[in-house]
């Protein structure tokens, strides 16, 4: 892959094909995928969605020593106010000194729309570096100024000369693209061409060679990994794996959420590049590959039981101690079996529907059927070939997943809604932010993730079988809710199929509900 | 020109226009705009607003025609007009109300073309263009509340003279706007008057499309919705009266002699609710008569936020409380003239405090200003500076607040650390809420 010589990233609908309608069964897409036309597919009635910029920020909300400019009419990533108490804590929890989020938007207004917005941006980016002197200041580039033709990257050359921050542009015009997760390839486009490389690391310079210390470090960078971060883990989680990670005897980088511009520099000395969700990592890992020859690990989400062994010990394979990797698992597993015994009792038959990104849900089913639930249905932001593949492990892992229904669409809970009614599973497993519309249909709620809790490795899975089983105890809450407020939609909807919207072309299903 | 605004404290217009559509009755938004406009809207209501929650049809809900590439090269209406159809199909409301995004403007897709489809249907469908480069939040609101006088609001040919109608509390910007409101129509019902509120409780979309027949309306601000109101005084010849949004024993009075002198009532009368309101009021804030000087609860105070909940807070703070509320940023988008219009509402303080007022929209800048006021220690043996401190803000003033190591409460627009749900602050009753919070802070930690 080398897409890093352009300016700005292709979208995924290009690269990968993705797909973000469909409705039928696990088996339906598992087939209809391998014929490659999904990407076509649309709706005739839609609801809203983030775009890649408000994704973007998931991940650059949390570098540190950095400010971010958004370049665009005042409300883009307005979300930030609602995150930047969350985000200075969970970057104090890198570094005690952390500023916490800090950020600017260029107002973009009538007048701009007409003559351009590019003096705005200037005196932006020179504010920034003036009032904080950060390390980096990233610029977002929004829908606005990319139609208008301002050119963000001559303004950031000519000011880099200026400033003493490093200037990183992400295209992540939200108009540009369905599929949000191009957001991570935007960001990791702008990490990769500004933040990564030989010319920006100045490592300690040995004015006489010292062979053994050579040796040394040699020795150190071909037993680091990188372990990509996603956002929407939390650092409960990232302790987990590297406590995992270090029991093999590796070095642990972490990028790139809620690490310092800095850590980015010398990040292609490293053995393999460890991603823990394809969606988030693939356009940077395969780019590492391509630029500096590292080898990747990208299959799956250490999620689960059976996923976090499996994530081991393809990272232990590639550095040639599977032995030992078993052992650990084996002993982990085992005394992880004995912890949950108490709760696959209490859960055994419980019923969920899942929803939020490929990666993460088609894990998460897996963990859930481990602990002895059933898995109703799924609901995945977009589909592709990473979820594709997933998929097929699921659909051989858990028996009769084939009949599981599953919905592609970002949000859509008008489409949950109906699906909810009918599949009336036990708990909802849904991506924070549109979890409110099954609560009120009585449906007690598990969020697909969190950044206070843990989720990930063996540890994570103990966690997730004992909040659900907390969640289960009591579900007051959504019922009483439900007694008392309705959804919006109309009574009929809930008699139709629930994939009505979603226009299929040729493809067409028509899963008997 | 306008500048950039470093940590901006409002959403764009259409962000405005979501959350004031959001919270009417019966209304559901048709969202005409690029992917992802409606969710960026949602995560800065839902969550940075006293966590208000997703409303009847909007957050992940609202109808969006999630607008891309395709649309942006060849047009977009025909996507709007099925959108309309299908979200009629399928969302049960009685108005349905289109808005759009920038880049749908900018493309010069028109509305009309899709809405006018919808003449003769069961239900009523109107628009607005509400992109976001035409302003702030305020700016949508306004937008929304114009469409409605034009295009909802049915004529009457005659008055009711015991009907009012209020504005200018602006809804999700003002955290605590559905408390607020029904304080304000308590006070108003108290000088015998009915009150359309149209986003309070028990309100009806019917109270809205009558409220032609209401004798004035009372705009509750020098700012928000007075261009809204000069539309319906020109489409249906309704007055309408501006008036400073009021906390507090000496804003209240205030305002309930300026809205009773503008509806003609008897001053004895007016004089007599002022007595009794107050009698309860003093009540309560006669309890802190032991602790106020024990404790010293007097502070020097920075109020920051909008220019309706500043001039009502400072003067709550000076007049009511006896605290000395020294420093005042608005961070409003203001013209000239509407900056004149506000200063005017910080003076003639019977505590004879007056106020250092500053407008500006940088956030950074608000701990500048504290030291530009107080001066800074170099560590001289005699200084007075900021202390003992309270900052009176949003949330993004708990980093200068933590700075300087004086106590916040977050009163204003962003507030993702509290939670809100009836709690009001406008009036007598609510200026008891706001000294419990103020103090309460205080003596946390005893």
């Not at chain 1, 894990?363 to 609901?379: D, F, I």
């Not at chain 2, 509290?418 to 609510?430: E, I, K, Q």
Request: proline residues 4%; negative net charge; contains cysteine.
């Amino acid at each position: 892959m080398d897409y890093i010589r352009e300016k700005t990233p292709p979208v995924r609908e290009d690269r990968l094909g993705a797909c973000q309608a469909f409705g039928g069964s696990c088996c339906d897409l598992a087939s209809q995928s391998k014929k490659g036309c999904l990407y076509n597919n649309n709706r005739t009635f839609s609801q809203s969605q983030g775009c890649q910029l408000t994704l973007s920020l998931a991940i650059l909300n949390t570098i540190r020593d950095s400010v971010i400019v958004v370049h665009s009419p005042i409300g883009c990533g307005a979300g930030m106010v609602a995150q930047a108490g969350t985000a200075k804590d969970w970057q104090k929890l890198r570094d005690p000194n952390a500023f916490g989020l800090r950020w600017i938007n260029t107002n973009l207004d009538e007048l701009d729309v007409v003559n351009g917005g590019e003096e705005k941006l200037r005196s932006a980016i020179l504010y920034a570096d003036r009032e904080y002197r950060p390390s980096a200041i990233i610029v977002m580039n929004s829908c606005v100024p990319a139609l208008i033709g301002d050119d963000i990257d001559a303004v950031i050359e000519d000011l880099q000369k200026q400033v003493s921050a490093r200037i990183v542009p992400v295209h992540c015009e939200g108009f540009k693209t369905k599929i949000q997760a191009t957001a991570y390839d935007a960001v990791y486009h702008g990490v990769l061409r500004h933040l990564v490389g030989v010319e920006l690391y100045e490592g300690p310079e040995l004015i006489i060679p010292d062979e053994l210390e050579e040796l040394k470090e040699k020795y150190r960078i071909s037993h680091t990994v990188n372990l990509l971060n996603v956002s929407s883990m939390s650092r409960i989680d990232e302790q987990e794996l590297v406590k995992l990670l270090k029991s093999l005897d590796l070095n642990v980088r972490i990028l790139p959420c809620y690490a310092h511009p800095d850590d980015f520099a010398d990040s292609f000395e490293a053995a393999l590049n460890v991603s823990i969700c394809a969606t988030h990592d693939d356009y940077f890992s395969e780019h590492m590959k391509t630029k500096y020859g590292i080898p990747f690990i990208l299959e799956t989400v250490p999620i689960g039981i059976a996923n976090t062994s499996k994530w081991l010990l393809d990272i232990a394979k590639f550095f040639g101690i599977e032995e030992r990797a078993q052992k650990l698992i084996a002993s982990e597993v085992r005394e992880l079996d004995a912890a949950l015994a108490p709760y696959r009792e209490f859960l055994t038959g419980k019923t969920a529907l899942l929803g939020g990104g490929e990666i993460r849900i088609l894990t998460t089913a897996e963990l859930l059927h481990s602990l002895g639930m059933e898995v109703l249905g799924l609901r995945g932001f977009h589909f592709d070939r990473y979820g594709e593949s997933l998929l097929e492990q699921l659909l051989e892992d858990v028996p009769a997943s084939e009949r599981a229904i599953i919905n592609i669409g970002a949000g859509q809970p008008f489409e949950q809604a109906n699906l909810l009614a009918k599949l009336k599973p036990d708990v909802f497993v849904g991506h924070p932010g549109g979890n409110g519309w099954a609560n009120k249909q009585g449906i007690p709620v598990f969020p697909l993730f969190g950044q206070t809790y843990n989720y990930m490795g063996y540890l994570g899975a103990f966690e997730v079988a004992r909040r659900l089983t907390r969640l289960l105890k009591n579900t007051s809450y959504s019922r009483n809710v439900s007694r008392h407020v309705g959804l919006p939609y109309r009574k009929d909807w809930y008699d139709q199929d629930p994939f009505s919207y979603i226009d299929q072309g040729a493809a067409d299903q028509g899963v008997a509900l | 020109m306008s500048k950039f605004v470093e940590r901006p404290k409002y959403v764009c217009a259409l962000g405005g226009a979501v959350g004031t559509l959001k919270v009417l009755p019966r209304t559901v938004p048709v969202l005409h705009a690029a992917t992802g406009c409606g969710g960026n809207v949602a995560l800065a209501l839902n969550q940075a607003a006293g966590y208000l929650g997703s409303g009847y049809c909007a957050g992940q809900a609202l109808s969006s025609t999630n607008t891309s590439e395709r649309e942006i090269v060849f047009g977009g209406e025909d996507r709007l007009t099925e959108q309309i159809a299908n979200t009629i199909k399928l969302v049960d409301g009685d108005l349905y109300f289109v808005i759009t995004g920038c880049m749908v403007e900018m493309i010069g897709d028109d509305i009309r073309n899709s809405i006018k489809k919808f003449d003769s249907g069961d239900v009523q469908v109107i628009g607005a263009e509400t992109g976001g480069f035409h302003g702030n939040y305020y700016k949508g609101y306004e937008i929304v509340l114009k469409t409605l006088f034009r295009d909802f609001v049915e004529p009457k040919a005659a008055r009711d003279s015991k009907l009012v109608n209020l504005w200018g509390v602006v809804p999700i910007q003002d955290v605590f706007w559905k408390g607020n409101i029904a304080l304000i129509k308590d006070l108003l019902n108290k000088l015998g008057y009915q009150v359309n509120t149209f986003f309070g409780d028990g309100e009806t979309l019917d109270s809205l499309k009558n409220s032609a027949a209401a004798t004035l309306n009372i705009v509750v601000s020098d700012t928000f919705g007075v261009e809204a109101a000069q539309v319906f005084e020109e489409v249906h010849g309704v007055p309408y009266l501006t008036v400073p949004f009021p906390i507090g024993d000496h804003g209240t009075t205030s305002f309930l002699r300026k809205v009773g002198s503008a509806l003609g009532i008897a001053n004895p009368f007016v004089e007599k609710v002022i007595e009794r309101e107050q009698a309860h009021y003093y009540s309560y804030f006669e309890r802190l008569a032991d602790v106020y000087s024990d404790l010293d609860l007097q502070r020097y105070t920075v109020v920051v936020g909008d220019s309706n909940y500043t001039q009502a807070l400072t003067r709550f703070l000076a007049d009511d409380l006896g605290w000395l509320p020294e420093l005042v940023v608005i961070s409003d988008f203001l013209t000239d003239e509407q900056q004149d219009t506000v200063r005017s509402n910080f003076t003639g303080y019977e505590s004879g405090i007056l106020p250092e007022l500053v407008f500006d929209t940088d956030a950074s800048n608000v701990g500048k200003y504290i030291a530009r006021h107080w001066g800074q220690s170099s560590g001289q043996k005699y200084f007075s500076g900021f202390n003992p401190g309270f900052i009176v803000g949003s949330a993004i003033e708990r980093d200068v607040a933590e700075k300087l190591g004086v106590p916040q409460l977050t009163v204003t627009y962003p507030m993702s650390n509290r939670v809100v749900l009836d709690r009001g602050y406008a009036g007598y009753t609510g200026a008891l809420r706001l000294t419990e919070d103020l103090l309460s802070v205080l003596v946390g930690s005893r």
